[in-house]
């Protein structure tokens, strides 16, 4: 199956600074990748879609602005999380797209911590 | 709008069989998934029903019912280190290789 690499793994970071995350996809061509959030003992919450060349589409309630997608190439998307507030602490997960009717395969995470 | 319900806590023996079940609304339907998650950690891949009836792997089995909108995931023989979060998650939409939206985990406390 896919292999997803995610760095990093955890990120300590003091309020107001930006953070990035990314996401390679290591033995396939990714047009598209798909970034979850998941708060303490909550499930994961998809936070946008990235496309390859265009721009993310973002899930009701998340702020692209707070929150830069890019997906400049095939095999890489990013997640910058700008100017992070304590609030944005949580587990941030990506994925591949799948191939048709199969699922999809994780990252395995970073865990950021805003103080 | 989209809906996926599962109990949020079960117990059970070590040895026994349990059962944890989903029910979903959503608008398409392109597959159920079920995921393992551990505390920390990514989730797992365990099973995928896109047909109704009953998908056996080893210890782990999974159950679908499109007309009523449900799911059930059914381990065997349970060991400790089934202790984890279970995911049910629904690829909805028009597409068979979206996105998931998934249910809100069910965490499964297995006891010696």
């Known amino acids: 199956g896919a292999v997803v690499s995610q760095h990093p793994s955890w990120v300590i970071c003091k309020s107001g600074t930006s953070v990035k995350i990314e996401c390679r996809s290591l033995d396939f061509q990714a047009t598209t990748m798909f970034w979850y959030r998941q708060f303490p003992k909550q499930s994961l919450m998809l936070m946008a879609t990235s496309n390859e060349g265009s721009k993310a589409t973002y899930e009701q309630g998340v702020e692209k602005d707070k929150f830069l997608i890019n997906h400049a190439s095939l095999t890489l998307s990013t997640l910058t999380v700008t100017s992070a507030h304590p609030e944005d602490s949580s587990f941030y997960i990506c994925?591949?797209?799948?191939?048709?009717?199969?699922?999809?395969?994780f990252g395995n995470g970073t865990r950021l911590t805003v103080t | 709008g989209q809906n996926i319900d599962q109990p949020t806590e079960m117990t059970a023996t070590e040895g026994a069989i349990v059962q944890i079940n989903c029910t979903y609304q959503t608008s398409g339907f392109n597959g159920l998934f079920w995921y393992q998650q551990h505390a920390g950690e990514a989730p797992t891949f365990l099973s995928y029903n896109v047909l109704d009836g009953l998908e056996e792997k080893g210890r782990f089995s999974s159950f679908l019912s499109r007309s009523k909108g449900y799911s059930y995931l059914l381990l065997k023989e349970l060991q400790m280190k089934d202790s984890a979060s279970y995911l049910c998650a629904v690829r909805g939409g028009s597409s068979n290789t979206g996105k998931l939206i998934f249910g809100q985990g069910t965490t499964l406390q297995v006891k010696p």
């Open positions: 994925s591949t797209e799948g191939a048709p009717n199969s699922p999809l395969h």
